[in-house]
Structures are given as structure tokens and as C-alpha cells.
């Protein structure tokens, strides 16, 4: 880990409960260091320090990401590590008390995804031309993302033993390491034999594997090894600019968007729940909202008396 995110001995404890005790991911660890980092920092330059903040320190230091300019999203995202940290030095009777559990987050406004036209994604997914092994790899991404719906973590931690090509299926391991089967349509399937295919995958198996985790990878890097997720993601954003999507296009809108469509052409919610991996029904609302919205933008675009002068 770099010196510069280097944490107090309570916070690095707390870090390894996180890790240990709740099972949290990589991926969340880091961005509870991230957060944590810059405000133990903070509390530094305050000469203040974890074991002796307050509730006035946390409201100041909550006035001071919104002074910065931080979105509410990303206060209350810092907030909760913050919480979740002085929580855990009180319950371990490390100091007296919680300074942070009256500290209310910013109120974040209700964001609705901002789907692709069907339009937009057939010609996304046409962008991808050629045989090469990383165009077929592209391709199968693409499909995949779309397709399934998968979050791009989810994607890039996919292994072989997770496909039933044959079956249509795929095994994807969400939030928490909960598992769920996910059914696959016929241009993810093609899509994914062609890149399992010799010219695919098979192309890019270095002569001798890094990790052993690579050799079990669903998708490779052109070096051989398990694509990332940073990998994955520039993927998407350079076929979107590709197709006059730049700024508008990531993986997550194209999660958003099979959601969407699918509830456009009249999927059960409940089955859409499920295909996301969503643990609260709630969640999936949104994607109604948004489909409503559209279906009444489409009747007013289209419906000669739905718009009287």
C-alpha cells in the first residue's frame, strides 16, 4: 500500500475487522482507505486526531468536503466511512464515545439512470468488426454487459467453471459473494464461443501464466493475464466514442439499460430484480419510473391528439 494512504494504527485496525470480520471486498476496502486517508488526514492539519474527534470536528470536516465542491453523493459516501469508524472504536472501547452517530448525511437527490436508445446499443454493438483476438473478446464483453446486465466487476471476475455456454447459462458472483445464475441469449452465447474459440482466447494463454488465477479468467488482457476492471472499462468508453457516445457511455448505463428495455418490453420486475442481483425490490423501482417516462415520451412524441393547442 503507498506510504501516502497510509492510515492511524485505529484505522488500519478497523480496515482489518472490515477485511477479516465482514468479509468486505478489495474493492471496498480501498474505498474506505481512500475515504478514511483524507480524513484522518484532515484531522491532522486540525491537530486533532481519531481517538479524540468530536461531533463538532465531524460536522466541520462534512462542511469542509461541501466546501470543496464534493458532490452530496460523495459526502454522504465519506460519511458513512467515518461513521462506520468511530462505530467500531466505540463498540471496541477504544474511546468513551461515538462523535459521529447524531452527524446527519447531506440529503442526495434521487438520480434516475440515463438508458441508451435500442438504437444506440445495436449500433455499439455493431462498432466491433474484425477476427483479431482482442475484437472477439470486445465483442463478447459487449454483449455480455448488455446482455446480462452484469456490473463490470461481476464481468471481469468471471472464470471458466462459471460458463454453461451450452446451457445459455452463467454463474456471477455479485455483492458479498452472492451467487446467482443468469441466463444468456443467443447473441452472448455466439459471442462468447467465438472468443472461447482457438482465435480467441486461446491466442492471447501466455506460455506460462502469472497467477494462478489468470489461468481461470474468462477475459484476458493482451498480456495474458485476468482483464481489470480499468481494463474492462476503457474497452467500453473507446467503442462509445467509437459511436458518438463518448460522455454518456459505461458500463454501469449499459447495466441501466438492459434493465430498462427489459422492462420496455414487459418483463416481470421481479425477474429484472433478480437478473441485477438486486437485495431490495426498491432498487429495482427505478428502472419503472424510467421506463414510464419514456413510454409517456414516446406516446406524446408519437400520438397525433396527445399534446391538444
Same mark, same amino acid.
Given at each position: 500500500?503507498?506510504?501516502?494512504?497510509?492510515?492511524?494504527?485505529?484505522?488500519?485496525?478497523?480496515?482489518?475487522?472490515?477485511?477479516?470480520?465482514?468479509?468486505?471486498?478489495?474493492?471496498?476496502?480501498?474505498?474506505?482507505?481512500?475515504?478514511?486517508?483524507?480524513?484522518?488526514?484532515?484531522?491532522?492539519?486540525?491537530?486533532?486526531?481519531?481517538?479524540?474527534?468530536?461531533?463538532?470536528?465531524?460536522?466541520?470536516?462534512?462542511?469542509?468536503?461541501?466546501?470543496e465542491g464534493r458532490a452530496p453523493a460523495t459526502v454522504a459516501r465519506a460519511l458513512v466511512a467515518v461513521r462506520t469508524l468511530h462505530r467500531f472504536l466505540a463498540d471496541e472501547g477504544?474511546?468513551?464515545?461515538?462523535?459521529?452517530?447524531?452527524?446527519?448525511?447531506?440529503?442526495?437527490?434521487?438520480?434516475?439512470?440515463?438508458?441508451?436508445?435500442?438504437?444506440?446499443?445495436?449500433?455499439?454493438?455493431? +462498432?466491433?468488426?474484425?477476427?483479431? #483476438?482482442?475484437? *472477439?473478446?470486445? !465483442? =463478447?464483453? /459487449?454483449?455480455?454487459?448488455?446482455?446480462? $446486465?452484469?456490473?463490470?466487476?461481476?464481468?471481469?471476475?468471471?472464470?471458466?467453471?462459471?460458463?454453461?455456454?451450452?446451457?445459455?447459462?452463467?454463474?456471477?458472483?455479485?455483492?458479498? +459473494?452472492?451467487?446467482?445464475?443468469? #441466463?444468456?441469449? *443467443?447473441?452472448? !452465447? =455466439?459471442? /462468447?464461443?467465438?472468443?472461447?474459440?482457438? $482465435?480467441?482466447?486461446?491466442?492471447?494463454?501466455?506460455?506460462?501464466?502469472?497467477?494462478?488465477?489468470?489461468?481461470?479468467?474468462?477475459?484476458?488482457?493482451?498480456?495474458?493475464?485476468?482483464?481489470?476492471r480499468q481494463g474492462a472499462w476503457a474497452i467500453v468508453r473507446a467503442y462509445g466514442e467509437r459511436v458518438g457516445l463518448s460522455g454518456r457511455l459505461s458500463p454501469h448505463v449499459l447495466?441501466?439499460?438492459?434493465?430498462?428495455?427489459?422492462?420496455?418490453?414487459?418483463?416481470?420486475?421481479?425477474?429484472?430484480?433478480?437478473?441485477?442481483?438486486?437485495?431490495?425490490?426498491?432498487?429495482?423501482?427505478?428502472?419503472?419510473?424510467?421506463?414510464?417516462?419514456?413510454?409517456?415520451?414516446?406516446?406524446?412524441?408519437?400520438?397525433?391528439?396527445?399534446?391538444?393547442?
Amino acid at each position: 500500500m503507498p506510504a501516502a494512504l497510509a492510515l492511524p494504527l485505529p484505522a488500519e485496525e478497523f480496515l482489518v475487522w472490515l477485511a477479516v470480520e465482514r468479509g468486505r471486498s478489495v474493492n471496498t476496502l480501498a474505498a474506505y482507505r481512500r475515504d478514511l486517508h483524507r480524513y484522518t488526514a484532515w484531522l491532522e492539519a486540525e491537530g486533532r486526531a481519531v481517538e479524540t474527534a468530536t461531533e463538532p470536528d465531524v460536522e466541520r470536516y462534512v462542511a469542509h468536503l461541501r466546501a470543496e465542491g464534493r458532490a452530496p453523493a460523495t459526502v454522504a459516501r465519506a460519511l458513512v466511512a467515518v461513521r462506520t469508524l468511530h462505530r467500531f472504536l466505540a463498540d471496541e472501547g477504544a474511546v468513551a464515545g461515538d462523535p459521529a452517530a447524531d452527524v446527519a448525511p447531506p440529503r442526495v437527490p434521487a438520480g434516475l439512470p440515463k438508458p441508451l436508445d435500442e438504437s444506440e446499443v445495436a449500433s455499439l454493438l455493431d +462498432a466491433v468488426v474484425g477476427t483479431m #483476438p482482442v475484437h *472477439r473478446r470486445d !465483442r =463478447a464483453i /459487449l454483449e455480455l454487459l448488455y446482455g446480462t $446486465g452484469v456490473r463490470i466487476s461481476e464481468l471481469c471476475g468471471l472464470s471458466l467453471a462459471d460458463l454453461d455456454i451450452g446451457a445459455g447459462l452463467v454463474r456471477v458472483f455479485g455483492k458479498g +459473494a452472492k451467487e446467482r445464475i443468469v #441466463p444468456l441469449g *443467443r447473441p452472448s !452465447r =455466439a459471442a /462468447l464461443a467465438d472468443w472461447l474459440d482457438p $482465435g480467441g482466447r486461446p491466442a492471447l494463454v501466455p506460455s506460462r501464466w502469472a497467477r494462478r488465477d489468470d489461468a481461470e479468467a474468462v477475459f484476458l488482457n493482451q498480456r495474458g493475464g485476468r482483464l481489470s476492471r480499468q481494463g474492462a472499462w476503457a474497452i467500453v468508453r473507446a467503442y462509445g466514442e467509437r459511436v458518438g457516445l463518448s460522455g454518456r457511455l459505461s458500463p454501469h448505463v449499459l447495466r441501466h439499460s438492459c434493465a430498462t428495455h427489459m422492462l420496455d418490453h414487459g418483463a416481470d420486475i421481479r425477474v429484472v430484480q433478480e437478473l441485477l442481483g438486486h437485495a431490495s425490490i426498491s432498487t429495482t423501482q427505478v428502472y419503472t419510473k424510467v421506463s414510464t417516462e419514456r413510454l409517456r415520451a414516446v406516446y406524446d412524441a408519437a400520438h397525433p391528439r396527445a399534446r391538444r393547442s
